[in-house]
């Protein structure tokens, strides 16, 4: 195979592992694999992006795509941490945010992009009795939802109810 | 290797390679693959100080945050308390692992949390408190939360250590969520009830104590302190008006934990979050 076709291969394997939390999520679709190089003497380069300072899944994360680019062969691996820019939510994928739909979760509501997310950070919080648009329940998309918690069991999720279906639901939310 | 489980594929051993097992390698380091090196002209014995002071407020914030589990007025709230320390103990794993990295000792994040003595922290004296009430862990959580987002929006912009700046950067997004419910909290608290308005307005003067503390501290490594203040001071102005608060005057306790002085609160704090460690030493859990 050529260098590129290695390379390539070496890619999908990374992006296909799953998430630790979000099993229905590959790396990939969740936005924290960020490259993935193949070196001259043959060592891949993996590199990845935590999505929060403090979650747990990201050890799991790394060792998950070490075993199996090892397991597939490539002998040589390398792990590599990338801060900056940092992950936000606007990294998930259009399929990611697809598959979470699908498995009852509702996705978050910033834009899917490709490149780096510029944000230059809120200064002043701004308290108003005006809150966001509600979202719709994955379930039965009624927009009748309400936030009863802004966080969850994982740093990632919120919780939310719907007071149509009087479903509870989990949100990825906007970060 | 066909098994999905990841703690087998943790376990999985690679004959000729480092193990793999999730503990004990160089999978523990936060900072694992990051480029490590310190641009010329940084003041490493400036950044160390100031990445292990970082790193105190947010292990000594999440010891207590974490004290509030099983003890929340809703399960809820015990959840989003964890979350927000879950976050801060990341934020600190990073900090010290780049203070160890800087100040030439190669120490990890384990030899910063568990094997200094209380002396030896530099955390502001307004996060060792004990919780006391809802309102007070909320007041605390919202100058603390504040201050922090402020201070950590100038590092991202401007500081001259780039691993800094990529850690400020993404502990800014969580502050910010930090900081949202504690002042829903305040809110909901200053703008309830006779009684709940009474006790949010008496933890509001209890923590205006430290205002001063609060808005010196980081004030060195390229921060606009006068910024940083007015920006803090904006902020809690506009909170206490929404949540029908008088705003606090600041007051005036004379020492800082950035030297070292420290409340009789902080000691017992490390004594319970070390006790593993200096009971088993070199464990791994």
């Excluded at chain 1, 890619?11 to 936005?31: C, H």
């Excluded at chain 2, 927000?84 to 103990?89: H, N, S």
């Excluded at chain 2, 990073?94 to 203070?99: E, F, I, Q, S």
Aim: aromatic share 6%; with cysteine; proline share 6%.
């Amino acid at each position: 195979m050529s260098a590129v076709s290695v390379q390539a291969l070496a890619r999908q394997i990374a992006a296909e592992v799953a998430d630790p939390e979000l099993p229905m999520l590959t790396l990939e679709d969740l936005g924290v694999l960020r490259d993935v190089e193949l070196t001259a003497d043959g060592t891949v380069i993996a590199s990845l992006t935590p999505t929060y300072s403090g979650c747990p899944a990201m050890a799991e994360m790394r060792a998950d795509v070490d075993a199996r680019l090892r397991d597939a062969g490539f002998e040589h691996v390398e792990i590599r941490t990338v801060l900056d820019p940092p992950w936000t939510t606007a990294w998930i994928t259009p399929d990611g945010r697809r598959k979470l739909a699908e498995h009852g979760i509702a996705p978050p509501t910033t834009t899917a992009h490709a490149g780096a997310p510029a944000s230059a950070g809120p200064v002043l919080l701004q308290l108003s009795p005006t809150r966001r648009a509600p979202l719709p329940c994955p379930r039965c998309g009624s927009p009748e939802t309400e936030e009863t918690s802004r966080f969850s069991a994982t740093a990632c999720r919120a919780l939310w109810r719907c007071r149509s279906c009087l479903e509870p639901f989990e949100h990825v939310k906007e970060i | 290797m066909t098994d999905d489980h990841v703690y087998l594929a943790l376990a999985e051993e690679h004959e000729g390679t480092d193990a793999r097992w999730a503990f004990g390698t160089g999978f523990e380091d936060p900072l694992h693959g990051v480029d490590t090196d310190v641009p010329a002209g940084v003041d490493t014995v400036e950044l160390a100080a100031a990445c292990t002071a970082l790193g105190d407020d947010a292990l000594v914030s999440a010891q207590r945050l974490a004290e509030w589990c099983t003890n929340a007025p809703e399960l809820e709230d015990e959840v989003a308390l964890a979350n927000i320390g879950l976050d801060l103990l990341g934020q600190a794993r990073l900090l010290y692992t780049r203070a160890g990295q800087v100040d030439g000792t190669g120490r990890g994040e384990d030899d910063f949390a568990y094997l200094r003595e209380a002396s030896e922290f530099r955390n502001l004296r307004l996060a060792e408190l004990p919780n006391g009430d809802f309102a007070f862990s909320v007041a605390r959580l919202l100058v603390f939360s504040t201050w922090r987002l402020a201070l950590f929006t100038q590092l991202a912009a401007s500081s001259p250590d780039p691993v800094l700046s990529a850690i400020a950067a993404k502990a800014v997004k969580e502050t910010t969520y930090h900081l949202r419910y504690a002042a829903d909290w305040t809110v909901r608290l200053g703008d309830g009830t006779e009684l709940s308005a009474r006790k949010m307005g008496a933890a509001m003067e209890q923590v205006a104590v430290f205002l001063d503390e609060v808005c010196e501290a980081g004030a060195k490594s390229a921060v606009d302190a006068v910024a940083l203040r007015e920006a803090v001071i904006a902020q809690l102005r506009h909170v206490c008006d929404v949540a029908t608060l008088v705003y606090p005057a600041p007051g005036q306790d004379p020492l800082r934990g950035r030297d070292g002085q420290h409340t009789e609160y902080l000691a017992p704090l490390i004594e319970e979050l070390q006790s593993l460690a200096r009971a088993l030493p070199g464990a791994v859990w």
